[in-house]
């Protein structure tokens, strides 16, 4: 009898550590089974928490996730407003932009250009700067309205204290007016200016003179000889222009010269005026833009999200 | 009684470990449902996961993903292992319809892909080689210039990739690089400027030649003014080419180049295809690793959704 109840005592202990080794597993399987299903709901939310935290600090890799969680505008805006501030702390300046870039939210068809407003909110911005405050100017655009392109040139050529203009990839046309007035000028290595020929009705002015000397006058119509005489008026109001921004900072014959390249229509309009040309031609510039300049470029939407049809890596 | 007993308490023990088996056997069993299921709520963001499970590369393409975020995930593993294999850092410049393209909207160079990948390339370390993938048929010339600057300026080799075509634009970039890969069939094309007029787009060349066919008198003052700035704007293309191959040939074969792709003596879509980059002179490799085709796939080609296979 003895030996039966160590037999059977014995085949209880074996019942009861077979059955929680089961049990043990089978609870483990239903937890994460659990897991799974409730996870698979959460994990949509997680990832977007997770891509949004991280959309500042977010210098490369996974794009697949940015492209489509982007920021508010509101966001990009403060971000902006941000980097502009520390810039000023870090140069001691005051930082304005001139930047004419499609934005997220801008109309399809809409094509930013220098206008009459940039230039009024410029103007009230470099007055309202102090005059012994630098002024860092950051300028990206192609260019526009030739008029209030030379009042902005202008507002920065008779800023008192030093004036620094950041191309961090092009100023094209009357943007390069802006670029001319700077005491200094900051580009990258690919970065680019451009001739400021005067376009008249999307010619070159010289172009358009130059049809006088080639065809027989009564064979030219009447539209073409008006165009070339407001083409020969801007060329030389042009030319004027240019030198007289360049005054200050090289020799009047130099000025000339340089303000003759620059307008005279010796290039095609679209011609890259290089860090190395620019430097040759005698303009104050130094290579590479501050780090910040460039992460304030990063808020505006460069990836293909917006852009239909492209993608870029 | 006492082997009763004892054959009582062996079958006891018998049953709970017949039972206890089965339990685990069943646990066992319901086990690759609960696989498959975590595998699906990672499929959002990781759809060809299933690729990695070494199923074997022949078979035709894994699932393919049907939304925005899956297919650009896909793509982005697919650069990542070319980068792994080659060692190098891959930027992409394919201007292919997409999904998610409008309708009506054709993709070219932009001033938009110049400020993107100036801005890629500007973090990619010195010492770091890169593979530039170009598919394009060309566009806005400025800022295929600025993009060929870039390519030209990086400090390490840059090598072009064209697996179908780079035309116009594409092509200037692609002779910036130090070297170009294609296959027998991939093209590139003239650089020669296109002028726009009222009238639509002309070659430069053409325009230019113009002026010497016609007597004066009887061309239209438009067409006189833009032969003045064909003659420019060639002289721009030229000038560009030449310095884009300084140091890749002597100075004397450079010119003959630039005046043979900028000149504009034959149609601008002429191809220029392997053995002519050759005879040209430039740095032409023959073979496109197969991982640049399988980013393709990633691309509707007919513009249509894709179908799951």
Not at chain 1, 184 to 198: G, R
Not at chain 2, 193 to 210: E, F, K, N, V
Request: proline residues 6%.
């Amino acid at each position: 009898m003895d030996e039966i109840d160590i037999v059977l005592a014995l085949a209880i202990l074996a019942v009861f550590l077979l059955s929680s080794i089961t049990n043990f597993y089978l609870i483990r399987y239903l937890v994460r089974r659990l897991d799974a299903t409730t996870q698979s709901g959460v994990k949509a939310k997680a990832e977007d928490d997770e891509s949004e935290s991280s959309e500042e600090g977010e210098d490369d890799g996974d794009d697949g996730e940015e492209v489509l969680h982007l920021p508010s505008k509101e966001e990009i805006l403060a971000r902006r407003a941000q980097l502009v501030k520390e810039l000023e702390e870090e140069r001691g300046s005051r930082v304005l932009t001139l930047i004419h870039r499609k934005e997220p939210w801008s109309a399809v068809d809409d094509e930013p250009e220098i206008v009459l407003e940039d230039s009024e909110v410029i103007l009230q911005q470099v007055r309202e700067t102090p005059p012994d405050k630098p002024i860092d100017f950051i300028v990206h655009t192609e260019g526009g309205l030739t008029f209030a392109a030379d009042l902005m040139a202008m507002a920065l050529r008779y800023h008192k204290a030093k004036v620094t203009v950041m191309v961090p990839f092009y100023a094209m046309s009357d943007g390069t007016y802006l670029v001319l007035s700077a005491d200094e000028i900051m580009m990258e290595k690919c970065s680019i200016l451009a001739p400021v020929e005067p376009l008249i009705d999307d010619m070159q002015a010289n172009a358009i003179m130059s049809i006088l000397k080639r065809k027989p006058i009564e064979t030219i119509s009447d539209r073409t000889i008006l165009l070339a005489e407001s083409a020969r008026m801007e060329t030389e109001n042009a030319k004027e222009f240019v030198k007289w921004l360049l005054i200050d900072k090289m020799s009047e014959e130099q000025a000339t010269q340089v303000a003759n390249f620059l307008v005279g229509g010796f290039m095609a309009s679209t011609t890259p005026i290089t860090l190395d040309v620019a430097r040759a031609i005698g303009l104050n510039v130094v290579e590479g833009v501050p780090e910040k300049v460039h992460q304030l470029f990063e808020t505006i939407e460069f990836t293909g999200g917006l852009r239909p049809g492209k993608q870029y890596q | 009684m006492d082997p009763f007993e004892l054959s009582l308490s062996l079958g006891l023990i018998a049953v709970t470990a017949i039972n206890s088996g089965a339990l685990l056997y069943a646990a066992h069993k319901l086990r690759p449902p609960e696989a498959t299921t975590t595998e699906e709520s990672h499929g959002g963001a990781e759809e060809p996961s299933d690729q990695e499970s070494s199923a074997p590369e022949t078979s035709e393409a894994p699932r393919r993903p049907t939304t925005k975020a899956g297919i650009l995930a896909w793509r982005q593993r697919i650069i990542e292992e070319i980068e792994k294999e080659r060692g190098t850092r891959v930027i992409t410049m394919i201007h292919k319809k997409e999904l998610w393209t409008e309708p009506g909207q054709d993709p070219e160079i932009g001033i938009e892909d110049t400020e993107t990948i100036l801005q890629k390339m500007r973090k990619v370390p010195p010492t770091t080689p890169i593979d530039f993938i170009i598919h394009t048929p060309g566009g806005y010339a400025l800022a295929a210039q600025m993009m060929a600057m870039a390519i030209k300026f990086h400090p390490s080799k840059v090598t072009v990739m064209v697996p179908f075509y780079a035309m116009s634009g594409g092509s200037l970039m692609s002779l910036a690089a130090g070297e170009i890969r294609m296959e027998k069939y991939s093209v590139l094309g003239p650089v020669d400027p296109q002028i726009p007029t009222p009238d639509g787009m002309y070659p430069a060349g053409s325009i230019a030649t113009l002026v010497k066919t016609k007597p004066i008198q009887s061309i239209t003052d438009r067409m006189i003014i833009m032969s003045d700035v064909a003659n420019l704007e060639i002289e721009n293309a030229k000038a560009f080419v030449i310095w884009l191959l300084q140091g890749k040939m002597d100075k004397e074969q450079a010119e003959r180049v630039a005046d043979f792709l900028a000149r504009g003596y034959m149609s601008h879509a002429t191809p220029i295809t392997l053995d002519v980059a050759r005879a040209i002179g430039l740095n032409v490799v023959e073979g496109i690793p197969d991982k640049v085709y399988e980013l393709f796939k990633t691309f509707a080609f007919t513009g249509q959704p894709y179908r799951h296979a």
